[in-house]
């Protein structure tokens, strides 16, 4: 453990490179378990006593082929389905075409979104196949299951809730007036080791349109400084590249600025760029006089930020810019455009500022690295309107 002390006056600043465990524990039940074996857990609970034996090699091979995300995600949708059979007495595995139908018209009474539904329903029949309860078909696949979900498309349409945007701001659309931008964020980022972090962590997020997982891996050697200023980052592995080619995206001059500033302040040489940050404030005494010092005391952990760590850092910073006065947004919506966050807010505005700028969907899918441009176009579909033939042929001519 190495300390770096600043010079003091009335006040001391310690910055500490420790491990994790000398951090505070944000909880003292943390379940150590990995994702596989939730998963697990999960399935075991709720598989037939006579269940056919089933490969292990297979089943460990599907697990391997999997992200992270999916199966935490299949996880939760488990423990939901089986908490429905438990309350109507039904047996989970294997489900019945009609107890399915009957839980998406729960779900739906619950008010949960369309895509839920699908995904919830995706989910189980990933777990018919994964245990050999498919056959030739899976439950899932029924005509009723397919018939009622797509009832509630219909009744309540298909439109998915998507992440509040940080835009750039006003130095990149002159349309951007209200709301948290990505400029208000990095104004209201301190000076302190905390601030420095945020602000790199909020700028090459947005520069890179990086997704959470990308985001929270991102190590100085994946960064490539150009003369200019600029960089390009090497990105390992995202959502569309399981197999781990690597993709590149551009970093600004101002970026780079600040992730130099970070690195510095920090000490960091090796291993994830983005850390968790403990900050320790008191009053000691002096031992060479009986003046109060101030002595705050930065502690720097090894292991990267959680996508619960992201997110908490946009919304904190993002309430300290509206008490700075740099948000123009009524105190009255401030809970509700918070709470809109989230660690794809970054993406979405990029994606949303690209399209302001005339860029289209082909072009912003490879910039982000979308498989398709349908995503891009989701996210952007209004501001696109903006760029699109018909606005490009016809702003010429009726003016």
Request: aromatic share 4%; net charge positive.
């Amino acid at each position: 453990m190495a300390e770096k002390p600043a010079s003091r006056s009335d006040a001391e600043i310690v910055v500490v490179r420790t491990n994790d465990a000398a951090l505070p524990t944000r909880s003292p039940n943390a379940d150590p378990e990995t994702v596989d074996m939730r998963l697990l857990r999960t399935i075991a609970s709720i598989v037939p006593a006579d269940l056919p034996p089933i490969s292990q090699l297979g089943l460990e091979t599907t697990l391997a082929a999997m992200a992270d995300a999916t199966k935490a995600a299949i996880a939760a949708d488990l423990d939901c389905w089986s908490g429905w059979c438990g309350e109507e007495g039904r047996s989970p595995l294997p489900a019945d075409p009609e107890d399915l139908v009957r839980y998406v018209n729960a779900l739906d009474g619950r008010g949960k979104k369309p895509a839920t539904l699908a995904r919830r329903i995706a989910s189980l029949g990933t777990v018919h196949r994964m245990m050999g309860l498919a056959g030739e078909a899976a439950p899932t696949d029924a005509p009723m299951v397919r018939a009622a979900l797509k009832a509630v498309r219909r009744r309540r349409g298909a439109l998915q809730r998507q992440a509040a945007p940080l835009r750039l701001g006003k130095a990149l659309d002159s349309h951007v007036t209200k709301g948290f931008t990505l400029a208000a964020l990095l104004d209201a980022c301190g000076g302190d080791l905390q601030g420095l972090r945020d602000a790199a962590l909020l700028s090459l997020g947005y520069d890179a349109g990086l997704r959470v997982s990308e985001l929270t891996v991102v190590e100085a050697v994946h960064i490539d400084p150009q003369q200019d200023g600029s960089a390009t980052l090497f990105i390992p592995f995202s959502k569309t590249d399981q197999e781990g080619e690597g993709a590149w995206a551009w970093l600004s001059a101002e970026t780079m600025r600040r992730v130099g500033a970070w690195l510095e302040a920090s000490g960091i040489e090796e291993g994830p760029l983005f850390r968790r940050v403990g900050v320790d404030r008191r009053r000691v005494r002096a031992s060479d006089s009986e003046t109060a010092l101030a002595r705050t005391t930065y502690s720097i952990g090894t292991a990267p930020l959680t996508r619960q760590g992201v997110n908490g850092i946009y919304r904190r910073v993002a309430l300290a810019a509206f008490e700075l006065g740099l948000v123009s947004l009524p105190a009255s919506e401030l809970t509700a455009a918070v709470q809109a966050l989230s660690t794809h807010s970054l993406r979405v505005g990029l994606t949303q500022d690209l399209f302001a700028a005339g860029e289209d969907g082909a072009g912003i899918a490879q910039a982000l690295r979308w498989s398709s441009p349908a995503t891009a176009l989701r996210y952007g579909r209004k501001l696109a309107v903006r760029s699109n033939v018909a606005a490009r042929v016809l702003s010429r001519v009726r003016r």
